[in-house]
C-alpha cells in the first residue's frame, strides 16, 4: 500500500504505515506464482480507495480452477466457476484488503485475475483504475491498462509454471517477452517490493461493465 508522506509526495516502502492522510490512489496487488497442476494457496489483494468495500468480485479466468476460499472473519464467500463473490466487512476507505484461495492451474501460463468493487450506484469499478496516473522512480509515467499485458504492478496476477513478470507464454510453452524489459531489465519482484509508483494525480474514476453476478 502506499501512503502520503506530507504533501503531494509518495514514498514506496515494502511495509504499510498509518498516516494521517493516506493516498486516494494505491496499490494492494499481490502477484502469485504457482506450479502446474498443483492447488495452491495464494493471497488477492483488494485495492481500496475513496469508498469501504463490502461486496467484491475476483474474476476466475480460463485455465485456473478454484479449489478452496479460506474463510476470513466478518465476511463471506460464494463462488462460481467464473467468479468468486465476497461480501461482508467492510474493508475500510483508502486501505488493503486480503482474501486467501487456493488455486490449481491447469495448464502453463500468465493469468489475470480481476478484482471489482460493487459500487453504491451498483456499477462495478476496478482500482486502481485507467485514469489514475503513477510516475515511476525513473521519471516514466505509467497508467492502469487493463485491456493490456498482465501489470503485476496494478492488477492481480497469477504465474502458474512461468516466472514473475512474464506477460504471455508461446505455443511451445515457453516464456514471453518479460513485463519487465519495459523498465530496463530491472528484476520484477524488486519493482514490486520497492519501486512501485508514486502517485501523480487522479482523474475521474473509470467503472467496468461485467457479467458477474
Known sequence: MWTRLGGSVLVAV??????????????????????????????????VEDIPANDIFVVIPKGVEVDAVASTKGWTATHEPTDIRFRGGPFPAHSCGHFSIT????????????????????????????NDIFIMPNGQS?????????????EQVV????PVGTTSVTSSGKGGIPWL???GGVDVALVALLLLPYL??????????????
Open 14 to 47: 515494502p511495509v504499510v504505515i498509518a498516516m494521517a492522510n493516506p493516498a486516494s490512489a494505491h496499490v494492494c496487488t499481490v502477484a502469485a506464482p504457482i506450479p502446474v497442476g498443483r492447488p495452491t494457496s495464494i493471497t488477492v489483494g483488494i485495492t
Open 159 to 162: 504465474y502458474a509454471g512461468v
Open 103 to 130: 488455486v490449481k492451474a491447469t495448464n502453463k501460463g500468465v493469468f489475470r485475475l480481476p478484482v471489482l468493487q460493487r459500487m453504491p450506484d451498483g456499477s462495478l469499478a476496478q482500482f486502481p483504475s485507467g
Open 142 to 154: 505509467v497508467q492502469p491498462d487493463h485491456s493490456g499485458p498482465p501489470n503485476p504492478l496494478f
Open 181 to 183: 524489459v519495459v523498465f
Open 200 to 213: 501523480v494525480r487522479r482523474k475521474r474514476r473509470r467503472t467496468n461493465s461485467s457479467g458477474v453476478r
